[in-house]
Structure formats: C-alpha cells, structure tokens
C-alpha cells in the first residue's frame, strides 16, 4: 500500500471556524491533490501540487486554499467552513499524472455544524 | 461541457451472477478512461487504464472494455468480495486532471 497518511481522519467543527487537513506521504511523488467525495457528485478536485510550493486550482476550490512547502505534506485550509463543506475529503498522490493512476488516503470526514 | 456518467447507481447481485456496468462519457478528446473500486470508509483503488477503443483489461473476475463512447466493467460470476463501489474516471486531452464518475455500488449476496 502507498504510504499516505490523512489527519485528522475525522472532525466535527461549528460554521466559522478554520480547519486544516493535513496529508503525508512517504512515496515521494511530486503530484499530490485533493479531493472532496459527496454522494451524487463523485469525486471533485480541489486543489493540486505539482512540486514543492507549485500549487493550482482545481473545479471546487472556492473557500478552500492549500499549501505544500515540503514533498511529503500538502495541507488543505478551511479558511472559514461552512455547512456546504461538509464531506468527505481524500488526499491522493502520483509519480506522473499522465498515467492516471492515482493513490488515494483513507479519507478525512468533516462535519461542520 | 465534457462529463462523465455511471449507470446503474446501484447494482445487486446473487453470488455468480454476472453482469456489466456501464461508464459514458461525452468529451471532445480522450486521453484515457480509469476504473478504480471503493470500499466503504476507504480511499479509492485503482484498477485499470484503458487508452484506446477496443482495448480492453482483466483482472481476476473483472474485465474492463471501452469504445469510443463508452466503457463497460463486466464482473463475471461475482462473489460477496467483489462489493464495492466501482468509480470511472476520464482524462481529456487538454489536460492531466481527472473527471471522476458518481459511481455504481455492486452488492453481491452469497
């Protein structure tokens, strides 16, 4: 199994407050993303990395930002959660995005009251 | 606007009882088309890659087949292991990211 690791793997917090997820790999893939699951939606891309500090928008990125300052962690922020960012979110990692082949983590679920 | 659909949502099944889900996709250039298998409260697996119409993949009771609309996962004679939700994902030309379907639940019932 690819080694990523997500925490919290879960979190129940209140409408306002900041949230950070974290990811940690020990694979040392350059591409991490994040993504957000919700049933009916699939999998939605929030943000990606293509390097260290190399970041970019994804097609649900409004209110979350990421930043990725070592190889092994990329972390995404809830600036200000609402109850829209209720979800579970999946952190994944790959060698080369051509290949399509991505590794996922275990998931993080976040409740925001 | 490229997309990309599942069907069934949902799918059950006797113990071996085939049967095929379908992902379509409509998309002006197709890089690939991805299947991976989700098991609950776990991050998505990936299973195969298919490139080109009329390229198909196996892997133990599963096989994979895709034209130029379409793919199908067959899942021959399933057992109760093979449960899963079962994810498409298309890569378009013009780019790396990934499209991902809403998925089909597969229950297989001993």
């Known amino acids: 199994d690819a080694g990523i690791t997500q925490s919290p793997r879960h979190k129940v917090t209140e409408t306002g407050t900041p949230v950070t997820l974290r990811c940690h790999q020990t694979?040392?893939?350059?591409?991490m993303y994040w993504y957000r699951q919700d049933p009916g939606h699939g999998l939605r891309l929030i943000h990606y990395s293509y390097g260290v500090k190399d970041t970019d928008k994804g097609e649900v990125s409004d209110g979350y930002s990421v930043s990725r300052s070592k190889t092994e962690d990329f972390l995404l922020t809830l600036e200000s959660a609402t109850s829209s960012q209720t979800s579970v979110y999946f952190c994944?990692?790959?060698?080369?995005?051509?290949?399509?082949?991505?590794?996922f983590g275990e998931g993080s679920r976040l409740t925001v009251l | 606007e490229d997309q990309v659909t599942q069907s069934p949502e949902a799918l059950r099944l006797q113990e071996g009882e085939s049967s095929s889900l379908n992902c379509s996709y409509t998309?002006?250039?197709?890089?690939?088309l991805f299947w991976y298998r989700q098991d609950p409260g776990k991050g998505p697996e990936f299973l195969f890659t298919?490139?080109?119409a009329g390229e198909e993949k196996e892997k133990e009771r599963l096989k994979a087949t895709l034209t130029k609309k379409e793919s199908f996962l067959h899942i021959t004679a399933p057992k109760p292991e093979d449960s899963a939700t079962y994810l498409c994902a298309v890569q378009f030309s013009n780019d790396y990211k990934l499209s991902f379907g809403a998925g089909t639940t597969v229950t297989v019932r001993a």
């Open positions: 994944a990692i790959s060698e080369s995005p051509g290949t399509g082949e991505l590794f």
């Open positions: 998309v002006s250039g197709l890089r690939g």
């Open positions: 694979e040392n893939h350059r591409y």
């Open positions: 298919l490139y080109s």
